[in-house]
Structures are given as structure tokens and as C-alpha cells.
């Protein structure tokens, strides 16, 4: 499973980037407003930072034609950009134009499985399915990512499955048991998916030991 963080803000991508196993960034409108820099800036700033991954940046108008010029200004930016779509009707056509171009779609503010077979009929190269929303009203989030990622399975569709909305790390054991293909969350979430306290503990002993023998990775001299 893709591992991609949900943010607008850079310093926690050049966090994450040093780790070498994050493939991508989804950003939306409300983390770039959130974010304070200027829309293309940190869009190309993201490029830069992880050189070769993903990055999703959303287009904010609703009527198609003014979708696809803003989708052509996005797209212009850098390779790397996969343009971000609501999941409303000229969405899907916008995701539809794009795909016949060539151009990688990421379609977001998906919630149930007909929504994903929209967004996978127009070809789109990612399916945003949000859990955190749905789980939120007292819904099943992960229950269209399951489903969803069945349908493009046995169809046969080219889309991925992104799990997008993820709040934590228990999600995340849903997506890969889902065999999801994505899941984009935000800083604090990622980090999460290093914690254990066995594992803190279990550290601690072995580098206490190691200090009481006084030892030392480095020390050269033979063993009689
Ligand atoms: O970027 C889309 C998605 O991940 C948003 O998550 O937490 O605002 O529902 P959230």
C-alpha cells in the first residue's frame, strides 16, 4: 500500500520525505488556506521536496469548463501533479477530458460505491474514498473502501484506491486489510505508525544493558 501524507504544510513534508517510504502528498483547499503560502509555491515546493511522488492538488471551481482551465494550469505546474476532482458531474467529465490527455486524477469526496464507479468508469488514476467523515455522522467509513477496492479488482478498472479522511492508526490496519492501494493521512497519524510502548521499553533495556557492560560497536580489541 502507497503511503501518502495529508498536508499543505512543508515543513512536515521535508519531515516525512527524510524517511525514504512516503510515495506521495494529498493536499485540498482547506490545508493550502490553512497552510498560509500561495497555492502554486507550495505545490512546487512538495515536488521538490519528494522528488518522484505524487502530489494531488485540487481544483476549486464547480462548472466544468472553468474545472478544466483551472485543472490545465495545475497540470502545467510540474510531472509530478495529479489533479484533484470532486466527485460531482463535471467532475467526472472533467476527469473523463483529462484522462483521454493523459493527465493523472485523483477524484476526492467519495463516500459510497456508486460514487467509485463513476470516478472508475471516467478512468480516474485515484478513487479518494473519505472513512473519517463517514465514521464521524455514526456511519462505516471503511465499508465502500471495502467494497470499492473489490469492484475495481474484479472489473479489472486501472483506479486505486486512496483512503483518504484517515484519523488513525487503526484505520490504517483497515486499509491494508482492505488491500487498499493508498491511504493518505495527516502528520500526526503517520507518526503514530511508529508507537508501541513495548517498543520504548524494550529499547531502553537493551541500551541500559549495553551501557552497564560498557561496550562498544566501535572497540577493536580480541576475544581470548
Ligand atoms: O484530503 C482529504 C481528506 O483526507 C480530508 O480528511 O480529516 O478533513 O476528513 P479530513
Given at each position: 500500500?502507497?503511503?501518502?501524507?495529508?498536508?499543505?504544510?512543508?515543513?512536515?513534508?521535508?519531515?516525512?520525505?527524510?524517511?525514504?517510504?512516503?510515495?506521495?502528498?494529498?493536499?485540498?483547499?482547506?490545508?493550502?488556506?490553512?497552510?498560509?503560502?500561495?497555492?502554486?509555491?507550495?505545490?512546487?515546493?512538495?515536488?521538490?521536496?519528494?522528488?518522484?511522488?505524487?502530489?494531488?492538488?485540487?481544483?476549486?471551481?464547480?462548472?466544468?469548463?472553468?474545472?478544466?482551465?483551472?485543472?490545465?494550469?495545475?497540470?502545467?505546474?510540474?510531472?509530478?501533479?495529479?489533479?484533484?476532482?470532486?466527485l460531482?458531474?463535471?467532475?467526472?467529465?472533467?476527469?473523463?477530458?483529462?484522462?483521454?490527455?493523459?493527465?493523472?486524477?485523483?477524484?476526492?469526496l467519495v463516500f459510497t460505491l456508486p460514487q467509485a464507479y463513476m470516478a472508475?468508469?471516467?478512468?480516474?488514476?485515484?478513487?479518494?474514498n473519505f472513512?473519517?467523515?463517514v465514521?464521524?455522522?455514526?456511519g462505516?467509513g471503511?465499508e465502500a473502501v471495502?467494497q470499492t477496492?473489490?469492484?475495481?479488482?474484479?472489473?479489472?478498472?486501472?483506479?486505486?484506491?486512496?483512503?483518504?479522511?484517515?484519523?488513525?492508526?487503526?484505520?490504517?490496519?483497515?486499509?491494508?486489510?482492505?488491500?487498499?492501494?493508498?491511504?493518505?493521512?495527516?502528520?500526526?497519524?503517520?507518526?503514530?505508525?511508529?508507537?508501541?510502548?513495548?517498543?520504548?521499553?524494550?529499547?531502553?533495556?537493551?541500551?541500559?544493558?549495553?551501557?552497564?557492560?560498557?561496550?562498544?560497536?566501535?572497540?577493536?580489541?580480541?576475544?581470548?
Amino acid at each position: 500500500m502507497k503511503l501518502f501524507l495529508d498536508t499543505g504544510d512543508i515543513n512536515e513534508v521535508r519531515q516525512v520525505a527524510d524517511w525514504g517510504i512516503v510515495d506521495g502528498v494529498t493536499t485540498n483547499p482547506t490545508l493550502i488556506a490553512k497552510s498560509g503560502k500561495r497555492f502554486r509555491e507550495t505545490v512546487l515546493k512538495i515536488c521538490e521536496l519528494l522528488p518522484g511522488g505524487d502530489i494531488s492538488a485540487e481544483v476549486v471551481a464547480t462548472d466544468y469548463e472553468t474545472m478544466l482551465k483551472e485543472a490545465l494550469e495545475i497540470a502545467s505546474w510540474h510531472e509530478q501533479v495529479v489533479i484533484k476532482v470532486p466527485l460531482i458531474e463535471s467532475g467526472v467529465r472533467l476527469v473523463k477530458t483529462l484522462t483521454d490527455r493523459g493527465i493523472r486524477t485523483n477524484v476526492t469526496l467519495v463516500f459510497t460505491l456508486p460514487q467509485a464507479y463513476m470516478a472508475a468508469k471516467a478512468g480516474a488514476t485515484y478513487i479518494s474514498n473519505f472513512v473519517g467523515r463517514v465514521d464521524d455522522i455514526g456511519g462505516d467509513g471503511m465499508e465502500a473502501v471495502v467494497q470499492t477496492v473489490e469492484m475495481v479488482e474484479s472489473y479489472g478498472f486501472d483506479s486505486e484506491v486512496l483512503v483518504a479522511s484517515v484519523r488513525h492508526p487503526q484505520h490504517v490496519v483497515q486499509a491494508l486489510n482492505a488491500r487498499a492501494h493508498v491511504s493518505t493521512m495527516p502528520f500526526g497519524t503517520m507518526k503514530q505508525l511508529f508507537n508501541h510502548p513495548l517498543t520504548d521499553s524494550g529499547l531502553k533495556r537493551f541500551l541500559d544493558d549495553w551501557d552497564k557492560a560498557g561496550l562498544s560497536i566501535f572497540e577493536r580489541e580480541s576475544v581470548s
